[in-house]
């Protein structure tokens, strides 16, 4: 049983540059959340999405944009890098259904801005 | 962004001894995870708790969900050197629990 998976692992933009990070859910998971953890920090939540839309959004401006796909899986678009969005992006997925607040962590992705 | 308070930052313990770390919040959650965090791994569930009082053990491991609704801790049992990480509280609510609420984080050194 597969979990949930991030690519790529690590990647260094420079500024201004966009980046797309790509997660695929747990198996039988729906829902998909994307995190921002900056180095020594708690995860900070950016957005969520089910059922291809966008749910509900953290206090992130509009250079973060997201998708979900037919099969759950997800992107996370960043525009206009700039040297604070280096961080660690975690993706997490859980079933809607079970709307527990049990989310599951991939590895994440590092992105660091130069 | 909202974080919760979580305490102590850091601990640095001898293998076997006891370790507590809670968590405040100045907003109420209807549900209280405690995750651990490896260097270069994502954050993975240890426990939830989803009852004002509710007490939870996993293993060596036990979490409380406070009364109030704005307080959680975690108790771990005869440290071993693997327990060493990040341990992360986080709280969840509201019409959406994806969006977690998340701690600073409690670093835990075992020393063997």
């Known amino acids: 049983d597969a979990g949930v998976t991030q690519s790529p692992t690590h990647l260094i933009k420079t500024r201004g540059q966009q980046v797309t990070l790509r997660c695929s859910p747990k198996?039988?998971?729906?829902?998909v959340s994307w995190y921002q953890q900056a180095l020594g920090q708690g995860p900070q939540f950016i957005f969520q999405?089910?059922?291809?839309?966008?749910?509900q959004r953290g206090n992130f401006p509009d250079r973060f944009s997201g998708h979900q796909f037919p099969n759950y899986s997800s992107e996370l678009n960043v525009n206009a890098l700039l040297l604070g969005d280096s961080a660690l992006y975690l993706c997490?997925?859980?079933?809607?259904?079970?709307?527990?607040?049990?989310?599951?962590f991939g590895e994440g992705s590092r992105l660091t801005v130069l | 962004g909202q974080q919760l308070n979580q305490s102590p930052q850091s601990m640095f313990i001898q293998e076997g001894e006891d370790v507590s770390m809670n968590c405040t919040s100045s907003?109420?959650?209807?549900?209280w995870l405690w995750y651990k965090q490896d260097p270069g791994e994502g954050p993975v569930l240890l426990i939830a708790?989803?009852?004002?009082?509710e007490l939870t053990s996993n293993g060596r491991l036990t979490a409380q969900f406070g009364i109030t609704r704005k307080d959680s801790f975690l108790n771990i049992s005869a440290s071993i050197p693997s327990d060493v990480g990040i341990y992360f509280c986080?709280?969840?609510?509201?019409?959406?629990?994806?969006?977690?609420?998340f701690g600073q984080g409690t670093i835990l050194t075992v020393h063997p």
């Open positions: 198996s039988g998971h729906d829902t």
């Open positions: 999405y089910y059922e291809e839309e966008e749910r």
């Open positions: 986080a709280g969840a609510g509201g019409t959406s629990y994806g969006k977690l609420t």
């Open positions: 708790l989803y009852k004002a009082g």
């Open positions: 907003s109420i959650f209807n549900t």
């Open positions: 997490a997925s859980s079933l809607d259904l079970e709307n527990t607040g049990e989310l599951f």
